[in-house]
Every structure is written in structure tokens, then in C-alpha cells.
């Protein structure tokens, strides 16, 4: 397959809830065009996009999957994605590739949580939208209220170009056709709406249709991706996937509303940061400095080699030129370019602008930019949710612990919302994802692929302790003798708060020579570390000002290692004297439900020592909640919003601040602490 002009490429994101049809309208338009000579079936596993052994035991997608169909002589790239609310990063980070999201919508299941997260989240990205409603036939479906739904949801900017009729077994277009009997909606009427929506972006059309009552559809036709990629039109389709009617009219739309990369979202490379920061467009041009952005990482779980999708912003790249990540000087040679059919790989001449391409076997990371010499910058992505859903975790066996350690790498490589880290202060591996089915299957693959098994436990939270009163003038004394050389330090300090999030501070208030000059820094030294310790509850002290007033140094037994014992220990001493408290994270939560759920999910907030700070009304009959929250209550949030409202409901979270725990959480805190002995008291 050789290069394609700007012009006949489309790029097109599958996006929406989970069991909306995504993948069975995949397969589907790879047997119309061709590209197959069977419809792949998720559910016995014949899916050529749901390749991995993951989604075909679950039988729903968990990772996204590139393909490529061609219609009238265009090239379609698609992204079909996963619709699990706890895999959205995955179809947020396809988004970055493509410049027209198709959400896909079942009309047996309605509007889900990932359906207007994605339609709101391509929208703000500056992505051409349109809606494909799939099962048309299906029972229980009711294609008229669907539609006030989607207008009521989505806006008036939503609009049919075609219409199921004969009980859902074939379609009419109604932008060419003004009459026909539809199985739901007028087609006059739907025909009119939709005509007086293109021709609104354009001042020529417009008038000629208020002088004349028509346009001529070959007027029209060029008016129609400017319409789509402005946002103007939302184009809605009608399709059975399974039965194959409405894919035809769906691989049509393809090609003459979504826009072509010319046209389509305009992207920037930024350099800089802040009152420095350099914006230069992009233009989709062969002739332009190459420029792409990886926006999809994925591995062949049998040879382990590594592929990066690549989206190209602007110009040329041959198999024999070289790429360069944002910063590095050091060059790397692609070798082969390939196109992604699922896991059929097809080698093409060149990389060329506007075409989505994979790279095999790079050192290169989702997000990165990448050029053909040596250069720097970065272009926008839309936002991804933050992994607050957190496990810890322990290898089963402990000649396991390498084989994990790669797992969890080449996770977090492909999957931009799952991280992983070692928590300096509770010594735990802790994974991070978007809800309990994420991290489940994290923790499936890693058994699957890397034969590794592990054991979770919640995370500890991170708990500080600080002070609210002073304790002045506090000694300890340090005698250590042992035959030899003995040990001795003297000190005295006193301790008051800091301000909030200033941090620790140490004053040298000693004048003279009470103790030694070399050994004061061994103080704050040991200060330091009992401070990391913890004191009342092993957790990490923060905002206190301990200043050293007064000591004793032995000429022969003082060293450095009898002051730190002395500064740890004086610490300690004084920490429990000055009215010591707990301070807990707070997070701040946006939680979207069901209307009728408001009233259960605010008393189970307030339940959980949760503060209300605002509630908003949205389309659809939904609801976001705005509150604050301890950490500590809502580290299994996922789960319960799922089981309240139905699996309907969706939220986010972020570290907002800290703040002092309830006496009686904190002495329930203080209690379970089992401290460990000090070998140097």
C-alpha cells in the first residue's frame, strides 16, 4: 500500500460505553470492505480486533486495537476502543491520533457513562464528532426516545442522516432523500434540518438556500466535513451491525463528513513553559519537517516486541531515516514502518502526513513527539483521569519479585492511566488504576503472561503527624559503655508547630560551647530521621520548629552517631509532650450519577465524613456532586458507586489537602501501631 494523499485519509476513533457494539461495527466494516472474508464474533472469540487473550475470555475489549479499512479510493485508519469507565484512558489516549470520534451507541442499553465522557471529551479536545446507534432491531429498543435522549444529552447539533425502515432492515439517507416512510422520525423533517445545518457554515450556500428554497447536493458536499469539524453537525447513524445493514451508509459517512487531516482538529508544537511558552501550528504537508506524536503503545504477548502507533502531524519519513524523541540528540532508525490491522502487521514505503503508523521495537513513550533530526517540544493531549484506585501488593514467591518488576513496566508503558511506585514511607509496592477491574485485570495478565502471582491488601494511607502545642527546654541524655570506647551526647531542644505546610525547621540557639560545633548538624540529623519514623503512629512528621538550646559533649565518648541516637530520641520525647495530632489526605471528588441516585450517594458521602460543595443539573438527566472526602473513606469507592447506582455512575478524585483527623479515628489510629524497639536507645 503506498503513500496517500492528505486528502483521502480519515481518521477515526470507536468510542463509547462498554457493550455498545464498538467491535462488532469493527468487524463489520472489515468484511464490507474486504479487508476479512468472515464477521468476527467477540463473543466466541473470532474478534480479529479483540486479539488478546484478555478480552476474548471476558468477551469485552480491554485494550484498544488500530485497524485500517479503504472505501473509494480513502484510507480509513480506526481506533476501536474499550468502553469499561476503568479503561477510558485507553480510548481518551486514542483521541490524540485521530480527528473525528464516532460514539457509539447501543439502542438496546441507551446512553452510558463513557458515552458522554467521550462525546464531552472529544468535543473539548476540538475533535469532529458523530453518533452511530447500533442493534436498531433490538426488542426493547425505542429509536424515537433514543434520539431525544442523544439531542436532549448532546445538543440540537445532533442530527440524523439516515433512518432505519422496514422494522430496522435497511435505511434511508435522508440527506439525498426528502420523502420516505421511516421506521422512526420524519424524513422531510430530518432532511430539511439537516440541510439547514450545513449550509449554515457557509455564507454562499446560505443565501442561495434562503433565496431558493434547495442546494443541489454537489454544492453541498464540500460544505459537509467543514459543518462536522467545526462541531455545527453531529451526524447520527442507524446500523445493525451483525446483519450488515446501515454499514454501507456508515462507510460513506465516513468518507464525506469526517474530515480529512487538513481540515480536521488543527494541532501545535509547544515549547517553553509559562510567559515563555512558543506555540507554532502544524500543517498536515508531505513537504513539511516530519513531526508525530505516540499515542498508543502496545506488545506482541508471544514475541515481546514492542510497537508504537504513531500519529503524523507534518511531513515525510522513510523506512531508512531516523526519529528523535522531544530532547534527545540521540537518533533512532525505525527500519520498517507498518500498518496495524489488529495484530497483522503490513510494511508500507513511508510515514506520510496525516497517516496513523507503528513503529516496531522503539524506546518511545505514549505522548512523546517525536522528529526526523534532533529537536524539542510537545503537543497537547486531552487530560486523562488521575489512578486513585490503589492496592498493595506482595509477590507470591519471592524469586517472582523481577518478573514483576518488568510486568508492571510494560503495563504502565501501555496503559497511560496505570502506575506503579514504591511508597518511601510505608515500604509498600503499590499499583494505581481506575477502579477494581482495572487493576484485576492488571493483576490477570501478570499471571498470564509473566506467570507471576501476587497478593493485595489495601494501601496504607499517608498519614502525617504534627504538633498543636510547645515543649520547651526537653532533655535526653545518650550513656552508652561497652569495654571500649563508649558513647555519650547530652542534648536539649524545644519544639513548637510550624507553620502549616512550611515544613521542618531547625534552629541553632546554643551560645558557647555546651556542645560542640561538628556535632550539632548530627542533631538535626537525628531529628530528621525520627521525623521520616514517625512518632505516635509511624507516620512522616511534617511542620514542626525544633531549636537546640543546650547540650553536653564528653571530650572522649561524644561522636557523631551518640548525637544522632540523642537527637532521635530527645525528639521523640518532646514530640509526645506537645500535644501531637494526626492530619489525614482529603481528596476532592466529582462524582456523576443518575438523577434519581443524588439523594444515596449524598448520604453515603456524608456518611464517610464527606462535605458537600455543590451539586449541578447536566443533560441527560444526570447529576455531578462536588465534595471533599478523607482518602481513607473512599478507597473502595469504585465498587460501592457501581453497586448504588446500577453501574451508571462515574467519578474522579484528586489530593486536595490535608487536614486533622477526629480524636477518636486517631486514637483507633494510634492503637493498631505496633512500633518497633530501638536497638540505640
Same mark, same amino acid.
Given at each position: 500500500?503506498?503513500?496517500?494523499?492528505?486528502?483521502?485519509?480519515?481518521?477515526?476513533?470507536?468510542?463509547?460505553?462498554?457493550?455498545?457494539?464498538?467491535?462488532?461495527?469493527?468487524?463489520?466494516?472489515?468484511?464490507?470492505?474486504?479487508?476479512?472474508?468472515?464477521?468476527?464474533?467477540?463473543?466466541?472469540?473470532?474478534?480479529?480486533?479483540?486479539?488478546?487473550?484478555?478480552?476474548?475470555?471476558?468477551?469485552?475489549?480491554?485494550?484498544?486495537?488500530?485497524?485500517?479499512?479503504?472505501?473509494?479510493?480513502?484510507?480509513?485508519?480506526?481506533?476501536?476502543?474499550?468502553?469499561?469507565?476503568?479503561?477510558?484512558?485507553?480510548?481518551?489516549?486514542?483521541?490524540?491520533?485521530?480527528?473525528?470520534?464516532?460514539?457509539?451507541?447501543?439502542?438496546?442499553?441507551?446512553?452510558?457513562?463513557?458515552?458522554?465522557?467521550?462525546?464531552?471529551?472529544? #468535543?473539548?479536545?476540538?475533535?469532529?464528532?458523530?453518533?452511530?446507534?447500533?442493534?436498531?432491531?433490538?426488542?426493547?429498543?425505542?429509536?424515537?426516545?433514543?434520539?431525544?435522549?442523544? $439531542?436532549?444529552?448532546?445538543?440540537?447539533?445532533?442530527?440524523?442522516?439516515?433512518?432505519?425502515?422496514?422494522?430496522?432492515?435497511?435505511?434511508?439517507?435522508?440527506?439525498?432523500?426528502?420523502?420516505?416512510?421511516?421506521?422512526?422520525?420524519?424524513?422531510?423533517?430530518?432532511?430539511?434540518?439537516?440541510?439547514?445545518?450545513?449550509?449554515?457554515?457557509?455564507?454562499?450556500?446560505?443565501?442561495?438556500?434562503?433565496?431558493?428554497?434547495?442546494?443541489?447536493?454537489?454544492?453541498?458536499? !464540500?460544505?459537509?466535513?467543514?459543518?462536522?469539524?467545526?462541531?455545527?453537525?453531529?451526524?447520527?447513524?442507524?446500523?445493525?451491525?451483525?446483519?450488515?445493514?446501515?454499514?454501507?451508509?456508515?462507510?460513506?459517512?465516513?468518507? /464525506?463528513?469526517?474530515?480529512?487531516?487538513?481540515? #480536521?482538529?488543527?494541532?501545535?508544537?509547544?515549547?517553553?513553559?509559562?510567559?515563555?511558552?512558543? $506555540?507554532?501550528?502544524?500543517?498536515?504537508?508531505?513537504?513539511?519537517?516530519?513531526?508525530?506524536?505516540?499515542?498508543?503503545?502496545?506488545?506482541?504477548?508471544?514475541?515481546?516486541?514492542?510497537?508504537?502507533?504513531?500519529?503524523?502531524? @507534518?511531513?515525510?519519513?522513510?523506512?531508512?531515516? @531516523?526519529?528523535?524523541?522531544?530532547?534527545?540528540?540521540?537518533?533512532?532508525?525505525?527500519?520498517?514502518?507498518?500498518?496495524?490491522?489488529?495484530?497483522?502487521?503490513?510494511?508500507?514505503?513511508?510515514?506520510?502526513?496525516?497517516?496513523?503508523?507503528?513503529?516496531?521495537?522503539?524506546?518511545?513513550?505514549?505522548?512523546?513527539?517525536?522528529?526526523?533530526?534532533?529537536?524539542?517540544? $510537545?503537543?497537547?493531549?486531552? &487530560?486523562?483521569?488521575?489512578?486513585?484506585?490503589?492496592?498493595?501488593?506482595?509477590?507470591?514467591?519471592?524469586?517472582?519479585?523481577?518478573?514483576?518488576?518488568?510486568?508492571? /513496566?510494560?503495563?504502565?508503558?501501555?496503559?497511560?492511566?496505570?502506575?506503579? /511506585?514504591?511508597?518511601?514511607?510505608?515500604?509498600?509496592?503499590?499499583?494505581?488504576?481506575?477502579?477494581?477491574?482495572?487493576?484485576?485485570?492488571? $493483576?490477570?495478565?501478570?499471571?498470564?503472561?509473566?506467570?507471576?502471582?501476587?497478593?493485595?491488601?489495601? !494501601?496504607?494511607?499517608?498519614?502525617?503527624?504534627?504538633?498543636?502545642?510547645?515543649?520547651?527546654?526537653?532533655?535526653?541524655?545518650?550513656?552508652?559503655?561497652?569495654?571500649?570506647?563508649?558513647?555519650?551526647?547530652?542534648?536539649?531542644?524545644?519544639?513548637?508547630?510550624?507553620?502549616?505546610?512550611?515544613?521542618?525547621?531547625?534552629?541553632?540557639?546554643?551560645?558557647?560551647?555546651?556542645?560542640?560545633?561538628?556535632?550539632?548538624?548530627?542533631?538535626?540529623?537525628?531529628?530528621?530521621?525520627?521525623?521520616?519514623?514517625?512518632?505516635?503512629?509511624?507516620?512522616?512528621?511534617?511542620?514542626?520548629?525544633?531549636?537546640?538550646?543546650?547540650?553536653?559533649? /564528653?571530650?572522649?565518648?561524644?561522636?557523631?552517631?551518640?548525637?544522632?541516637?540523642?537527637?532521635?530520641?530527645?525528639?521523640?520525647?518532646?514530640?509526645?509532650?506537645? &500535644?501531637?495530632?494526626?492530619?489525614?489526605?482529603?481528596?476532592?471528588?466529582?462524582?456523576?450519577?443518575?438523577?434519581?441516585?443524588?439523594?444515596?450517594?449524598?448520604?453515603?458521602?456524608?456518611?464517610?465524613?464527606?462535605?458537600?460543595?455543590?451539586?449541578?443539573?447536566?443533560?441527560?438527566?444526570?447529576?455531578?456532586?462536588?465534595?471533599?472526602?478523607?482518602?481513607?473513606?473512599?478507597?473502595?469507592?469504585?465498587?460501592?458507586? &457501581?453497586?448504588?447506582?446500577?453501574? @451508571?455512575?462515574?467519578?474522579?478524585?484528586?489530593?486536595?489537602?490535608?487536614?486533622?483527623?477526629?480524636?477518636?479515628? @486517631?486514637?483507633?489510629?494510634?492503637?493498631?501501631? &505496633?512500633?518497633?524497639?530501638?536497638?540505640?536507645?
Amino acid at each position: 500500500m503506498g503513500a496517500r494523499a492528505v486528502g483521502d485519509i480519515r481518521n477515526i476513533a470507536l468510542v463509547g460505553h462498554s457493550a455498545a457494539g464498538k467491535t462488532t461495527l469493527g468487524e463489520a466494516l472489515l468484511l464490507k470492505t474486504g479487508a476479512t472474508n468472515r464477521l468476527g464474533s467477540v463473543d466466541d472469540g473470532s474478534s480479529l480486533l479483540d486479539f488478546d487473550d484478555e478480552s476474548k475470555e471476558r468477551k469485552q475489549s480491554v485494550d484498544s486495537a488500530a485497524f485500517f479499512i479503504e472505501r473509494n479510493g480513502k484510507l480509513i485508519n480506526l481506533i476501536d476502543t474499550p468502553g469499561m469507565p476503568d479503561y477510558c484512558g485507553l480510548a481518551i489516549s486514542a483521541l490524540s491520533g485521530v480527528d473525528t470520534a464516532a460514539i457509539v451507541i447501543s439502542a438496546a442499553s441507551g446512553i452510558g457513562v463513557n458515552t458522554r465522557r467521550m462525546f464531552h471529551m472529544a #468535543g473539548d479536545f476540538g475533535l469532529a464528532r458523530m453518533i452511530i446507534v447500533t442493534r436498531i432491531d433490538a426488542e426493547n429498543a425505542d429509536l424515537a426516545e433514543l434520539v431525544n435522549g442523544i $439531542r436532549e444529552t448532546f445538543g440540537g447539533e445532533c442530527h440524523p442522516v439516515n433512518l432505519p425502515a422496514d422494522g430496522g432492515k435497511r435505511v434511508i439517507d435522508v440527506l439525498t432523500i426528502e420523502e420516505g416512510a421511516a421506521d422512526v422520525l420524519d424524513v422531510k423533517q430530518c432532511h430539511t434540518e439537516l440541510l439547514e445545518s450545513i449550509v449554515e457554515t457557509d455564507d454562499s450556500l446560505m443565501d442561495e438556500y434562503m433565496s431558493t428554497g434547495a442546494v443541489h447536493y454537489e454544492k453541498i458536499d !464540500p460544505a459537509i466535513e467543514k459543518a462536522v469539524a467545526s462541531g455545527h453537525v453531529v451526524p447520527i447513524l442507524f446500523v445493525n451491525a451483525k446483519t450488515g445493514v446501515g454499514i454501507e451508509e456508515v462507510l460513506d459517512t465516513f468518507v /464525506h463528513f469526517a474530515p480529512p487531516p487538513e481540515f #480536521g482538529k488543527p494541532r501545535e508544537l509547544i515549547t517553553g513553559e509559562g510567559e515563555s511558552e512558543k $506555540r507554532t501550528a502544524l500543517a498536515a504537508d508531505p513537504a513539511r519537517d516530519f513531526v508525530a506524536q505516540v499515542f498508543k503503545i502496545t506488545s506482541d504477548p508471544k514475541s515481546n516486541i514492542k510497537y508504537c502507533l504513531a500519529r503524523v502531524l @507534518q511531513g515525510c519519513l522513510k523506512p531508512d531515516g @531516523q526519529v528523535f524523541p522531544s530532547g534527545d540528540r540521540k537518533g533512532q532508525r525505525p527500519g520498517h514502518i507498518l500498518k496495524l490491522r489488529g495484530n497483522q502487521q503490513s510494511e508500507i514505503p513511508e510515514a506520510s502526513a496525516g497517516d496513523i503508523v507503528a513503529f516496531a521495537k522503539l524506546d518511545l513513550a505514549i505522548g512523546t513527539t517525536i522528529f526526523a533530526k534532533s529537536n524539542e517540544g $510537545r503537543i497537547a493531549r486531552p &487530560k486523562l483521569p488521575t489512578p486513585m484506585f490503589a492496592l498493595a501488593i506482595e509477590p507470591k514467591s519471592r524469586g517472582d519479585i523481577e518478573k514483576i518488576s518488568g510486568a508492571l /513496566h510494560r503495563f504502565a508503558e501501555e496503559d497511560p492511566c496505570f502506575q506503579y /511506585h514504591r511508597d518511601n514511607e510505608t515500604n509498600e509496592l503499590v499499583i494505581n488504576g481506575l477502579g477494581d477491574m482495572h487493576l484485576t485485570v492488571i $493483576r490477570s495478565k501478570m499471571k498470564r503472561y509473566y506467570k507471576a502471582e501476587v497478593d493485595t491488601k489495601p !494501601p496504607k494511607i499517608p498519614y502525617r503527624e504534627t504538633i498543636v502545642g510547645k515543649a520547651t527546654y526537653v532533655e535526653y541524655t545518650h550513656k552508652k559503655q561497652s569495654g571500649g570506647a563508649g558513647q555519650f551526647a547530652k542534648v536539649a531542644i524545644d519544639i513548637e508547630p510550624n507553620e502549616r505546610g512550611k515544613g521542618y525547621e531547625f534552629v541553632d540557639k546554643i551560645f558557647g560551647g555546651a556542645i560542640d560545633l561538628s556535632f550539632r548538624p548530627s542533631v538535626d540529623k537525628g531529628v530528621r530521621d525520627q521525623m521520616k519514623r514517625g512518632v505516635i503512629a509511624g507516620c512522616q512528621v511534617v511542620d514542626v520548629k525544633v531549636s537546640l538550646v543546650d547540650g553536653k559533649t /564528653h571530650p572522649v565518648d561524644s561522636k557523631d552517631i551518640a548525637f544522632q541516637i540523642a537527637g532521635r530520641q530527645v525528639f521523640k520525647k518532646a514530640f509526645t509532650s506537645a &500535644k501531637p495530632i494526626l492530619l489525614e489526605p482529603i481528596v476532592s471528588m466529582e462524582v456523576t450519577v443518575p438523577a434519581g441516585n443524588v439523594g444515596d450517594i449524598t448520604r453515603d458521602l456524608s456518611g464517610k465524613r464527606g462535605q458537600i460543595i455543590n451539586q449541578d443539573m447536566l443533560p441527560g438527566n444526570q447529576m455531578v456532586i462536588k465534595a471533599t472526602v478523607p482518602l481513607s473513606e473512599v478507597t473502595t469507592y469504585s465498587s460501592q458507586l &457501581k453497586s448504588v447506582t446500577g453501574g @451508571q455512575g462515574s467519578y474522579s478524585m484528586e489530593l486536595s489537602h490535608y487536614d486533622v483527623v477526629p480524636p477518636n479515628v @486517631q486514637q483507633q489510629i494510634m492503637a493498631a501501631y &505496633k512500633p518497633h524497639g530501638d536497638d540505640d536507645e
